[in-house]
């Protein structure tokens, strides 16, 4: 299993970005892949989820109206497209799954968002 996201850096208040979650060694349509994120001091905390159906998602209340989740199972990626990004959405951005009970996590990209 693994994970390699990309698609970060850095943006404006108000800009956009569209962070990718590459996935290999097993089926995106078979699992739940979530998106956490982690500031500088403080704890991994929940972004987005999308199910492996991908029939339902669902947003912490931080992100909800400017993020949206989606995936390409033909490309077994799954996305985080963040719009109205404000100074506190700084951190570095994990895509993750369960599999059987472990977590897999990838190496995480940077997104910094300041004037």
């Known amino acids: 299993v693994q994970l390699v996201e990309s698609g970060g850096g850095l943006v404006q208040p108000g800009g956009s970005l569209r962070l990718s979650c590459a996935a290999s060694g097993f089926t995106l349509s078979s699992y739940v892949m979530r998106w956490f994120r982690q500031a500088p001091g403080k704890e991994r905390r929940f972004v987005a989820l999308?199910?492996?159906?991908?029939?339902?998602?669902n947003y912490a209340d931080s992100v909800k109206g400017r993020f949206t989740i989606s995936r390409d199972i033909a490309k077994n990626t799954v996305y985080l497209q963040m719009n109205s990004l404000k100074p506190e959405d700084t951190a570095v951005y994990y895509c993750?799954?369960?599999?059987?009970?472990?977590?897999?996590w990838g190496q995480g990209t940077q997104v910094t968002v300041s004037s």
């Open positions: 993750n799954v369960a599999i059987a009970g472990p977590d897999y």
């Open positions: 999308i199910t492996s159906d991908g029939g339902s998602t």
